[in-house]
């Protein structure tokens, strides 16, 4: 049976993951803060899924959930939590983030969520991944941090950590594929969740969906992309 790690598992696409993967017979360890209703029923119905408390800014606690998984292969370690902190942009779109009204201190937290713990995970949890049978570390990314792609400007937090984070994924890549390691970002597409709001155009099930089939279908020769949800190559 293959194991993934899933972060921000209670809501949204994390959640989607979690059902989607324990339907196909994957051993399931779902990581969040706080327990959602539907994440604790998944837990209580199925013997593979299986919750953690994370909070992925607490590096001391990746360690100690490292520790306590020490013995387990996980083939694919998804970082899915993400934030766009304190901002909506399902109230305010492009303009929740403008030049001349930045909140510092939330974009240093964006930036914690969003770059700094996707890579302190991979470090914390590499010798699962190592022990794994297909060796997979996945940070899901948005397109809105891809420089050709920004012709609106704003969004200067969360483009900016998303952008950050396709390039710590980048050297990732090439730093541990002599081990055998697939790391990668892959944007989910606009979503409709509680961050994409309820006008994104892709439903949630078929952004996971067309995630796990990125995931699935990874090779060697995809070291260093950002991939959509729909299999295309998205340009930095």
Not at 120 to 137: D, N
Not at 145 to 160: D, K
Not at 212 to 221: A, E, G, K
Request: proline share 3%; aromatic share 6%; charged share 20%.
């Amino acid at each position: 049976m293959d194991t993934i790690l899933i972060t921000g598992a209670n809501r949204g696409l994390g959640l989607e993951f979690v059902r989607q993967y324990a339907a196909d017979d994957w051993r399931v360890l779902a990581c969040c803060r706080q327990v959602s209703a539907e994440l604790d029923a998944l837990e209580k119905s199925l013997s593979t899924v299986a919750v953690y408390p994370l909070d992925v800014v607490d590096h001391d606690m990746i360690d100690r959930l490292s520790r306590g998984l020490a013995e387990d292969a996980i083939d694919v370690l998804l970082n899915n939590a993400g934030t766009m902190g304190s901002s909506s942009f399902a109230e305010h779109g492009i303009d929740a983030q403008r030049f001349g009204e930045l909140d510092y201190d939330d974009w240093a937290q964006i930036m914690r969520v969003n770059v700094f713990a996707p890579v302190r995970m991979a470090e914390a949890f590499l010798p699962q991944v190592l022990a794994g049978t297909q060796k997979k570390i996945v940070t899901l990314t948005s397109m809105v941090g891809s420089m050709n792609l920004n012709t609106q400007g704003g969004l200067y937090a969360y483009r900016s950590s998303k952008a950050a984070v396709n390039s710590v994924m980048r050297s990732m890549a090439i730093d541990l594929a002599d081990r055998g390691v697939l790391a990668i970002a892959i944007h989910p597409g606009w979503a409709r969740t509680a961050m994409g709001g309820d006008s994104a155009p892709v439903d949630p099930v078929d952004a996971v969906r067309g995630v796990r089939r990125v995931i699935s279908n990874l090779t060697p020769d995809d070291l260093g992309k950002v991939i959509g949800y729909d299999g295309e190559e998205l340009p930095y």
